[in-house]
């Protein structure tokens, strides 16, 4: 039985193409853990088996790309038949103390390499020494993954954590899953000449079409006032410039209920208020440097479109950008501004196709993206004309204590990759009643991270505030 060859969308693709040695595309998270947890005791040996034992059941971990020079289409995933676990698991320690800033230095270098195209696109670093202490006597670990973007999105990658994951430290392995085999260079071609003949009559037919028909929709809010931010009417920050080949990372640690309670308070969605959060920290950090723009930033957020989209490919996902309205004081009125910026945004993104984006970057090739980066990089568009001022992105996890290889989570940082123009990503996630904030910028652009995420409990210190009547706020 021939299996189905198991092609890279454009979508997918273009963060190959995308990738420059200042620019890797992977994403990446951290995890803290709890080594006390582990059944007989933590030993890098026995959580490296483990892992390969689970790796069994998850085809993707196992795949690498494949290509032929005669292919028209996209790369292909194939199994990795001479996969190796230990070329993607490898254990570092921390310097002493161990503490948040040695492990955000180490995260950070780690997150700079690119991930090797000839194996499977992923990496896992076992740090120890984590606040000082020694796993092997129940402890504390820290795992860091990171995963090419090509592989992922958000969606894709959190359920790829799942399945790392378990609700009981000492639950068994699941079941081998077979992987979807090699494929000769002649199939990947044949394969590639009958997709790339078949790309005008769909341009022609659906992409020109609803395009056409989201412009018209596009001019209609826009005169009516109803349309999402615009692309390219950011201002200029000093993290909107091109990125180096250097990364620097920050963390935060929230209450969920600290967001709950302020959500309730002014009956808006969960994300209105992570929105906000970002805006009053990024207004204070901007602020106290003297550096905070008249007119709002605008963040892209990413729009998961899984459940909408009939499309092939690992990355499902469209984007909208909305205004964080950091020219507001007020907490209360920035978060009202903010939950209606994002109501128009939400309204005008859902009536945007939602294979809109995937359809168009099936017909950028590997040429056309690479040298509209490089002129995008050299130019100074990216400092003048930033497209947005940052990724703002918010993955829910499940509320229920969580074991990876058998030691407890205590938090799971996610980190985005960034861009040439736009050098901060701020990418929060929910588990277990916490909010794990992680931060990823690039030193030249954001040396004091660290003061940014410490911002993070001052920022939600004034949304909760902000819910208490001004008699208990000390005011005459």
């Not at 984590?130 to 990171?146: F, H, I, N, P, S």
């Not at 499940?398 to 990418?427: D, K």
């Not at 904030?437 to 690039?442: D, K, Q, R, T, Y």
């Amino acid at each position: 039985m021939v299996q189905h060859l198991q092609r890279l969308s454009g979508l997918d693709a273009s963060f190959l193409y995308l990738e420059t040695p200042s620019q890797p595309l992977h994403v990446c998270s951290v995890l803290e853990l709890d080594a006390a947890t582990i059944p007989g005791g933590y030993s890098f040996d026995r959580l490296r088996d483990a892992l390969q034992l689970r790796i069994k059941a998850m085809p993707n971990f196992r795949e690498k790309l494949a290509n032929s020079f005669l292919n028209l289409d996209h790369p292909v995933w194939v199994e990795d038949e001479h996969f190796d676990i230990d070329r993607h698991v490898h254990r570092i320690g921390l310097p002493a103390p161990g503490g948040r800033v040695e492990l955000g230095e180490i995260c950070g270098h780690l997150a700079s390499l690119p991930l090797d195209r000839r194996h499977p696109l992923w990496e896992m670093w076992v740090i120890e020494g984590v606040a000082g202490t020694d796993a092997r006597e129940g402890g504390r670990l820290a795992v860091l993954t990171k995963v090419h973007h090509a592989a992922v999105d958000g969606v894709t990658g959190a359920n790829l954590m799942s399945q790392l994951c378990s609700t009981e430290p000492d639950a068994p392995p699941p079941a081998p899953v077979d992987g979807h085999g090699d494929a000769n260079p002649l199939r990947i071609a044949l394969g590639g000449l009958g997709n790339f003949v078949s790309r005008p009559l769909h341009l022609a037919t659906n992409v020109l079409p609803a395009t056409v028909t989201t412009v018209f929709d596009t001019v209609k809010r826009a005169v009516g006032g109803r349309a999402m931010a615009a692309p390219f009417a950011a201002p200029q920050t000093r993290f909107n410039a091109s990125v180096t080949a250097h990364r620097n990372v920050a963390f935060a640690q929230l209450e969920l209920d600290d967001i709950k309670k302020v959500k309730n308070h002014f009956g808006v969605k969960v994300n209105d208020v992570v929105m906000a959060l970002v805006a009053g920290v990024l207004r204070q950090f901007l602020l106290d440097r003297g550096e905070l723009p008249d007119s709002s930033l605008v963040a892209m957020i990413p729009v998961s479109v899984h459940d909408r989209s009939d499309r092939p490919g690992r990355n499902q996902v469209s984007g909208m950008f909305s205004k964080l309205e950091t020219q507001i004081e007020d907490p209360a009125t920035r978060l009202a501004a903010i939950a209606e910026a994002n109501d128009l945004a939400k309204e005008h993104s859902s009536a945007i196709g939602a294979t809109l984006l995937q359809d168009w970057s099936q017909f950028a090739g590997p040429a056309i993206f690479g040298v509209a980066m490089r002129v995008y990089a050299r130019s100074r568009l990216t400092e003048a004309r930033p497209v947005h001022n940052l990724v703002v992105s918010n993955v829910p996890g499940p509320q229920i204590p969580l074991y990876f290889l058998g030691a407890e989570v205590t938090a799971m940082y996610p980190l985005g990759p960034i861009f040439h123009g736009s050098g901060l990503n701020i990418t929060v996630m929910s588990l277990n009643g916490k909010l794990d904030v992680g931060l990823i910028s690039c030193p030249e652009l954001l040396p004091d991270l660290w003061d940014m995420a410490d911002d993070f409990a001052v920022g939600m210190k004034e949304l909760l505030d902000a819910t208490k009547p001004a008699a208990k706020q000390g005011r005459k």
